[in-house]
């Protein structure tokens, strides 16, 4: 067995109120032959394998391999649903060594090796989230069993970070469930419900919580059988083939390829080393996955996904309220309005156990709704994310009713009624005589005032904004509306609620817009500007591709639909003036009935896909040159198409920085990320400042604006001209 160079932990951070030697692990004896080594840091809500931990694995695995008397091995956690978070993300932050990067993944697979070696029998008992190391701990293991609870998730989420399962669980894995399974699993970083492992062959067995202990000492002991999940034939027959494993890995890299453009290089790295798995040895395969996470560990992509990955965290004390504990829990709360909005907010609400009821004025709203629901909820149970009895219990959790009565038990009320002002009112009114004098009006209002909606209500400091995207189930971010008079508590509450729902919570001031929609206003702007002045179409939509945007921003026009669209920019326009000045074409298109990819035709046309029925997006629409007569040509670069698109949305968000309509640069740079998009290799549009230098955005800016068609076009120089905050880091 080689050494461990413990010297090297020592440039690991010492956290706070770690315990000395030995407090971080337990060795436990039940019985003759069996020990039972329980992780449970006492300075931690939920264990890391930060220093003390790793010291004190090492001393505790060093124990057992002198024991001449252990036979069965349990490896468990403080208690059935909480086993170890994975790596110590603040290490991986700081490091700015490829070669330390290096040894500290060579550490850990020593390490882990370690447990691998014990002659014993050991069976990984763990449950709640197992993600990277804590998976690749178990992966040394002979058996896995998971507990099978709704916060099981076990996977290995390294490649989402930038980096790559570098604890070995690039050459366990592929052994264990065969190069196709652990390509899927590894490229996309998935973390897998109990029952999705389980048919992966992630794990060997599941067991309730309580029973999770005594069944994984039992089988350690051989008192019960189970069997170890193979990777079944198709896995085994391409890791036996050499040419399916070349056709498979060429399929994957294309997939990446398509998915990622090139930007992100640690599911490249990943591929290959899983593609080889099979034709080399453990050791060698092990060595090459330590310089690999070594290199990745640098990029600055790492440290980008890393940041977002904090501000994910961060937002989740967003639910602390401001006395300290946990804010308040909404178990029982109302959506009026079952439209597009309402009924998927609705829908996702009963999902995650929240009991709601739903008013929509119309029938039709309601019934369709509940359908909606149906279905995505037998999705959820056809994808093993759910069992029978929580599949039926989330259908009944959500009721539907054609007036807006029977709220008086609803915590929280949301509306997603028409956007008018009066009906929002009106509806908070009817809703103000009826709930409890401490529940929460939230508002789903994408363009009018908080405060303006709350004026007149009996407790302004209980309305809120509640700000979902569109489609409601996939997007990840929910704008939180502090109004001039929300309390505290309300936010909190809120944000609690919007991450019981899966999202992210980003607090925002009451400004036109909030955030998102404020800086996609001069973005989707300018492109629709550059293609007046004669950009091609194609070249406008690969210039925010080549940013790094998912969508170019004619078909996210499309998307939103240009009616909305054109109704939001007015909005900017009449809060914000000059600077936020919008071309009249998106009205104009709206005035000949193109509304974008809901009516078949905006800024491209739409075909129905004869297999789904979902519009396909087809060739960019004649009808549009005929409405906006654009200039022949334009003499615009690449990258100038490119920097006006990306600088004007990153000079628009600075701008909200600097007037403090997020609180933190993370805030801002998360919405920007989980709102609109923003490239997450870049970070989040501050980041994207940090990187590419503010003094060379500031320069650019300042070149743009000189362009003669924006001096000439009303307020675009404004547009341009770098905000403060900008020229103050530009110094
Ligand atoms: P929608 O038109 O699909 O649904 C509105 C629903 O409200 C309709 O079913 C209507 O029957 C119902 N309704 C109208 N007045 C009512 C009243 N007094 N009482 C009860 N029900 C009433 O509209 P959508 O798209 O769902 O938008 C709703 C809200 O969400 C608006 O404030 C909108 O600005 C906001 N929003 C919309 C987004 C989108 O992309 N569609 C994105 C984010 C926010």
């Not at 992966?139 to 099981?152: F, G, K, N, P």
């Not at 419900?193 to 039992?218: F, H, M, S, T, Y």
């Not at 309220?321 to 009924?343: E, Q």
């Not at 156990?353 to 709203?365: E, F, I, P, Q, S």
Request: proline letters at 6%; aromatic letters at 4%; glycine letters at 10%.
């Amino acid at each position: 067995m080689s050494q461990l160079d413990l010297s090297l932990l020592e440039s690991m951070p010492m956290p706070d109120g770690a315990p000395g030697p030995g407090g971080c692990v337990r060795l436990e004896r039940p019985e003759p032959g069996l020990v039972v080594l329980v992780i449970d840091p006492p300075h931690r809500k939920l264990a890391v394998f930060d220093r003390p931990l790793m010291r004190d694995l090492a001393a505790a695995l060093d124990e057992l391999a002198r024991d001449s008397a252990l036979k069965a091995l349990v490896v468990t956690g403080k208690s059935p649903t909480a086993f170890v978070a994975g790596a110590d993300i603040d290490v991986i932050e700081a490091i700015d060594d490829a070669q330390r990067a290096t040894a500290l993944a060579r550490f850990g697979q020593q390490l882990f090796q370690r447990l691998a070696d014990l002659r014993a029998f050991k069976v990984a008992a763990v449950g709640g989230p197992v993600p990277g190391g804590a998976f690749e701990l178990s992966l040394c293991c002979d058996r896995i069993v998971l507990a099978e609870h709704s916060a099981s998730r076990i996977g290995l989420p390294e490649t989402q970070l930038g980096i790559l399962p570098g604890w070995g669980g690039c050459q366990r894995l592929p052994r264990r469930i065969g190069t196709p399974a652990a390509l899927e699993a590894i490229l996309t970083g998935k973390l897998y419900v109990a029952r999705q492992a389980l048919k992966l062959g992630l794990v060997d067995r599941l067991a309730a919580p309580e029973n999770l202990r005594r069944i994984a000492c039992d089988i350690a002991l051989g008192r019960t059988s189970c069997a170890r999940r193979e990777r079944g034939l198709w896995g085994l027959l391409i890791d036996r083939n050499p040419l399916a494993r070349i056709v498979v890995a060429s399929q994957a890299r294309k997939g990446v390829m398509a998915k990622t453009r090139g930007r992100y290089p640690a599911p490249l790295a990943a591929l290959e080393l899983v593609v080889a798995a099979p034709t080399t040895s453990l050791a060698s395969g092990l060595e090459r996955e330590a310089q690999a996470l070594g290199q990745l560990a640098v990029t600055p992509v790492c440290k980008s996904l890393i940041s977002i990955f904090r501000g994910t965290e961060d937002a989740k004390k967003l639910a602390r309220s401001p006395g300290g504990g946990d804010a308040r829990t909404i178990a029982r709360a109302g959506v009026i309005g079952g439209g597009v909005m309402g009924g998927a907010i609705a829908s996702l609400m009963a999902e995650r156990g929240v009991d709601t009821r739903l008013a929509d004025l119309a029938r039709k709203a309601v019934d369709t709704a509940l359908v909606e629901h149906a279905r995505a909820i037998h999705s959820s149970l056809r994808k093993r994310r759910m069992q029978q009895h929580e599949a039926e219990a989330a259908l009944d959790r959500l009721e539907g009713a054609t007036s807006i009565d029977g709220f008086a038990r609803s915590a929280l009320v949301i509306e997603a009624v028409a956007e008018k002002l009066e009906v929002k009112r009106s509806v908070f009114a009817t809703l103000a005589k009826q709930i409890a004098p401490d529940a929460i009006l939230a508002s789903n209002t994408s363009s009018l005032s908080i405060d303006a909606i709350a004026q007149g209500l009996p407790h302004p400091e209980r309305v809120v904004g509640m700000h979902f995207f569109n489609p409601v189930r996939l997007m990840p971010l929910v704008e939180i509306v502090r109004g001039a008079q929300t309390s505290d508590e309300t936010v909190a509450a809120t944000a609690k609620l919007a991450l019981r729902l899966g999202k992210t919570p980003v607090v925002v001031r009451d400004v036109a817009g909030f955030l998102v929609n404020r800086v996609l206003g001069p973005y989707l702007d300018e492109a629709v500007r550059l293609y007046e002045l004669g950009v091609a179409p194609q070249t406008i939509e690969r210039a925010a591709l080549d940013f790094g945007l998912p969508m170019g921003p004619l078909e996210l026009l499309d998307e939103v639909g240009l009616d909305i669209a054109a109704h939001a920019a007015q909005s900017l326009e009449g809060a914000y003036g000059e600077r936020m000045k919008s071309s009249r074409l998106v009205a104009k298109l709206v005035a000949v009935g193109l509304k974008g990819k809901k009516s078949g035709a905006g800024f491209f046309l739409y075909t129905s896909d004869p297999k789904s029925g979902r519009p396909r997006k087809g060739e960019f629409n004649p009808r549009v040159a005929e409405a906006a007569r654009p200039h022949a040509s334009s003499t615009l670069t690449f990258d100038d198409v490119r920097d006006r698109l990306g600088l004007a949305l990153v000079n628009e968000s600075a701008l909200c920085l600097q007037e403090g309509v997020v609180a933190s640069e993370r805030e801002l740079d998360l919405a920007t990320v989980f709102g609109m998009g923003f490239p997450p290799f870049h970070g989040g549009a501050m980041r994207y400042v940090a990187l590419r230098g503010a003094r060379e955005i500031v320069e650019r800016l300042r070149r743009l604006g000189d362009a003669p068609d924006v001096r000439s076009r009303d307020g675009a120089r404004q547009r341009f001209e770098p905000c403060a905050l900008l020229v103050e880091r530009a110094k």
